[in-house]
């Protein structure tokens, strides 16, 4: 999962979103990404009009991951631990890709997994998508990332400065 955040480690992306780990992946137009958001966000006063600027920038990105993330030749039938079987559709890891607000005040970009599934498919509607395999899909965390995370992130780097800029518009209407 990706993170956009304010913090002191500016233009990282860090492993599974967290901020207590070490180590980080270093990704062309992030750090401008945050940088400009810190522009903006100077203008901003509460911390949920902050957070709504980082997930209008989020959307751009959204979207380029859903291109760029793979998508199975087939519907794939999984078996839980309980021994319940589940048919996996077509698109699901797509489908469940989307921006986390998080309560530090960051947004975080990657797939959704669910707690419980309900019912036998996974992936028929975006509420019931799950992307809990997509590190086994890619074989690990860390190449979900660079091979989804990070290009989409290159790709619509210019799209999420426009729609964060049409944000902070929107938001300093409110005060005039």
């Known amino acids: ?18 901020k207590g780990r070490k180590g980080g992946i270093e990704i062309e137009g992030v750090a401008e990404l945050n940088r400009r958001f810190n522009e903006l966000s100077r203008k901003v006063v509460t911390k949920q009009e902050r957070q709504r600027i980082l997930v209008a920038g989020s959307v751009p990105i959204i979207r380029a991951s859903k291109q760029i993330a793979k ?7 999984f078996y839980s631990t309980t021994g319940k079987k589940y048919t996996i559709k077509q698109g699901n890891l797509r489908k469940s890709i989307r921006a986390f607000r998080r309560r530090d005040g960051d947004v975080a970009i990657g797939p959704k997994r669910l707690r419980k599934l309900s019912g036998s498919t996974i992936g028929d509607n975006i509420k019931n998508a799950s992307g809990f395999y997509a590190a086994m899909y890619y074989k690990s965390a860390s190449r979900y990332r660079t091979e989804v995370t990070e290009k989409a992130t290159q790709q619509a780097i210019t799209k999420a400065f426009m729609a964060m800029d049409k944000a902070v518009e929107r938001i300093l209407k409110k005060y005039d």
């Open 1 to 18: 999962m990706g993170t956009f955040s304010n913090n002191a480690d500016r233009g990282r992306y860090l492993p599974g979103g967290l």
């Open 71 to 77: 998508k199975a030749d087939r519907d794939y039938d």
